[in-house]
């Protein structure tokens, strides 16, 4: 059973930085991180959750407007490490923060283009807190 857990969340000064990462493990084939398409999503309290940034086996990758020019996404194919850049953190950026993937099966093709619902695996969250 694939399991991804969330690292690096704290708390953090506006404007500074911070990096989360995922590390992925239980695939049941060599190479399926690599073929996964893979998003960070965050939600903050009374407030829905929204896909911050994904990326795809072919590392395509979609940021939310609010994010763009700030956050990196990136993988780490060697390590099944996902990752996520945050620079010029604002108090609105405050929220946990969770990773998701869509691992194809062994013999499927590898991913390039996902529906939220198509997301099977979710790590159990890393709180993420700017203060102005």
Known sequence: QVQLVESGGGSVQAGGSQTLSCAGSG??????????????????PGKERERVASITADITTTYIESVKGRFTISKDN???????????????????YYCAALVPSKFGRACRTFRDEELTYWGQGTQVAVAS
């Open 27 to 44: 695939y049941s084939y060599s190479g399926a991180f690599a073929r996964s398409c893979m998003a960070w999503f965050r939600q903050a």
């Open 78 to 96: 060697g390590k099944n490490i996902l990752s996520l850049q945050m620079n010029n953190l604002k108090p609105d950026d405050s929220a946990m």
